[in-house]
């Protein structure tokens, strides 16, 4: 059953959704897409020649780790996990995007 | 990140992607294709993930270098043109401009060498003279200075460690060390207590004599070094960097001014000599001050220093000299700056001004090469490339070519920089300057090779993105044909009509230097060699030289090999012989004198020269007793004087010297030319002097002019006879014929230097014609094609491109034509047996460059017919 409308991520988002998904354990690309699409129920989507370059940068800035293992299909994998350097950031886009969205939503309520 | 981890992590991503889909119930090649669809550009999420990589430029450069390379090596011929015109260009200028530095503008490598400044006595002509050095101690009270010093400059073989070796000697007052801040790294330096008549004979030797003579040993202080006259103990060593004072001849032994022999051969005689006076400028006292503060003092600083034993008319011109300050920063200088200074910095401005024009013309053969790659610059971009990206690759390209005409440039300057050491040591003795790369010349390099990098690979990377730009419109090309064309073409017609008059100026230089060696001098050097005999260091005492000097020559003649040796008081080509006022005795008008070169010569002269004597008879190696002082007059100075008959037999006298008063003319030679220095001058009067009748003559610079059987001189047999004979040991051998192109250093530099302008200009005209015309045919391809296509023969095609260069050829030549004409009215001082306007070589040289040109047009001609008219319609 396709959703009603599908939204395009937020610029800087995608970080954000990246380190929180990967906060219980690691996970291999493909595996991060889903999941977003999933606990997301459908709605937020993660265009796919996007999510790699992502996951690059977040690693050349240390936040994530990769690592090589075999995926469910038996194939080559890279994994990244979240380093503790990733856990404190994750922690301070979480608490920005809190800030964030209580502010829309109050200025939303309130106008 | 490895380039296949990436590949791998992107497929198992597709992998898993289309696994999703086919468990949805899609067929394996429906799933393929959605999942490809979803994912997007591959090639660009690849680049993206490359670019978030901080290092990935180093990735990408070394990507970039392996592509750059191949495509260079496709294009072998441009790449290697390329190459070596930036290779001799690069070379060139760089070894010229060390030329410059070392000669012109390098300090003296002691402490603030700008402080330093020469007073000196200014001649009328504006050179600078020595002074007495009794000058010193008033000029040390003056305030403007914080130090004066003087010293004299010489060159003798000495001993040291018992082998002889050629040394530059500098002779110092006791301030020079401190005056001009020279450290010593061993030992100490010489003081004013060194320098007394009294005082031990010690002395401080160069870094460089030190590494050369002594292998740099550190037990060398103490030991001595035996100059003629007298030996010096070593107390000290100089800093490395410290290479002497006078200009070109790097100094080796530095002596107190006291204990350097003087002309009468005995140490401290004199109480004067005459000396460079070099002070410091006291702290915060500019050049200007210096020069006041000179010009104040000057008639008292005469006053106090005139030299003793001066008579009155001597004192008088003394103290009317003119005392000047010069800037000394550069040492002293007798004569390199005064000669090669303006044609150094002229050669240098054409090697840069050439580089320039290399450059203009490799910008446009690489335009042109840019231009036929515009196919592959689409498809770059059509791939998802940069316009960036693809500008970078052009530009690498060049940067490599430029790096690789560099450092092969750099060889050529290195062997450059040893022909000039090389010609200068053949030709003043001693001569020699530290070139290379200093510090200033490598600087300069990089400088020079990095804005020639930056605009090449800046010419590059613009039309790289003009390609781009316009990549897709047909119109484009011909737009971009039009935009440089016409300055292009102004440009290649003045590279023309300059290449044209440096190929006529190497043909008037190398007529000149041809000419020069077709000379009819005379005489027949073949197997005639010259040996220069000097003192040896250790065995400097009193000697009879007539009786030892005809034992020597009798000794020689005996070597195997050697058919006859006579004594000399000069050499050959070499050393210009006196020229003195001469007259004869009796008979004639009293003050009626001619000028005559006068040799000083033993019997045997003539016929070992393959001269005759014409009438008369030579002279004779044994004198019967009371016999008169003889002469032996030239056939041309006979001819002035009356007639050979007429001459026969009269006295003649030469000079001022007492023993030449009266000379009896007892044989007439033929005429010859043994200087070069004015070859005009074909029949010069000459007088030679029987030297056995003048044995105090011999001893001053003896010279043996030796004829062999036919081979080199037996130099083994030679140094042995020499050595056994006692005092003396030999200095120099070489053949006449030598000492011939030794004279000639000048023409020859000239000759070969116009003649390697010449080359490289015909060669870069060449390119620059190449690159025009490739360029044109690249852009042109398409109306070459439909031209074709429409039935025009291959013939029509070549000459449609051919043609374009007609009028342009022309009209530089033309203008080569009238620049000839200038050029060679300019140099004709410095032809000889060629006339400036010569039209023969004219032609010759509008021939070559015509056929150069018809060469370089022709490649792209060839080009331009091979064109598949089908391809080039179809990518109309």
Known sequence: MPPASRLDLLQGTLDLLILRTLQPGPMHGWAISERIQQISEDVLRVNQGSLYPALHRLEHRGWIQPEWGVSELGRRARFYRLTAAGRKQLEREAGNWARLAGAIGRVLEMA | MREEDLNDELASHLEFQVRKHMAEGMSESEARRRAGIEFGGLDLAREQCRDADPWHWLDASRRNLRHALRALGRSKLFSLVAIAILAVGIGATVGTFGLVDALLFRPLAVPRPYELVRIASLQKDGRLRQLP???????????????????NTGYEGGETNGTITPIGILGFTGDCFRTLGILTQ??????????????????????????????????????????????????????????????????????????????????????????????????????????????????????QSVPPRFGAARRQQYLASHLATAPAANGVDYFIRNRFGQPLIAVFGICAAILAIAC???????????????????????????????????????????AAGAALGVVVALALDRVVRAEGAQMFGNFDVRLGFDSRVTLFFAALV????????????????????????????????????AAQRLLIAAQIALTLALVTGAGLFGASLRAFYNLDLGVNTRHVWDVMLASHPARYSHFEPGPYYRDLVRQVETIPGIRSAVLADFVPFYTTGSTLPAAVVEGAEPGVEFEAAVDTVTDGFFRLMGMRVVEGRDFRREQPNGAEPEAIASQSLAEHLGGASALLGRHIRVGTAAAYQRLRVVG???????????????????????????????????????????????????????????????????????????????????????GAFGALALVLAATGLFGLLSYQVASRTGEIGIRMALGARRGQIQWLIVRQIGGLVAGGAAAGVALAIFESKAIAGLLFGVRAGDQWLLAGSLVLLAATALLAAWLPARHAASVDPLMALRHE
């Open chain 2, 133 to 151: 050095s009794t000058i010193l101690d008033p000029l040390k009270s003056s305030t403007w200075l914080s130090g004066a010093c003087g010293f």
């Open chain 2, 450 to 485: 990095l804005a020639i990098m930056l605009a090449l690979a800046g010419a590059s990377a613009w039309q790289a993105r003009r390609l781009s730009q316009l990549g897709s419109l047909h119109q484009g090309e011909r737009r971009v044909a039009r935009g440089h064309s």
């Open chain 2, 360 to 402: 203009v013309n490799l910008a446009g053969l690489m335009l042109a090469r840019a231009t036929r790659r515009r196919r592959e610059v689409a498809v770059r971009l059509a791939l998802g490339a940069s316009r960036a990206h693809v500008a970078g690759i052009l530009a690498l390209e060049s940067a490599l070519l430029v």
């Open chain 2, 668 to 754: 007439i030679a033929s005429d010859t030319q043994l200087s070069l220095a004015n070859p005009n001058e074909t029949h010069p009067f000459a007088v030679y002097i029987n030297s056995w009748q003048h044995p105090e003559s011999q001893a001053g610079y003896p010279v043996l002019l030796l004829k062999t059987a036919g081979g080199e001189v037996p130099s083994a047999m030679l140094r042995q006879t020499v050595d056994r004979a006692g005092r003396e040991y030999v200095e120099r051998t070489r053949s006449l014929d030598e000492e011939k192109d030794g004279a000639l250093i000048e023409n020859r530099v000239m000759a070969y230097l116009s």
């Open chain 2, 186 to 303: 061993l030992g100490r330096p010489l003081g004013p207590d060194d320098d007394h008549a009294s005082a031990p004979a010690v002395a401080v030797i160069t870094a460089d004599l030190w590494r050369r003579a002594y292998g740099g040993r550190a037990d060398v202080l103490g030991q001595r070094v035996q100059m003629p006259g007298s030996a010096f103990t070593i107390v000290g060593i100089t800093e490395d960097r410290f290479a002497g004072l006078l200009l070109g001849f790097p100094a080796g032994i530095i002596v107190p001014l006291h204990q350097e022999p003087s002309e009468t051969g005995m140490v401290g005689q004199q109480v004067w000599w005459s000396v460079n006076v070099i002070g410091r400028r006291a702290p915060g006292v500019s050049a200007k001050q210096a020069a006041a503060g000179l010009a104040a003092q000057s008639g008292w600083l005469l006053e």
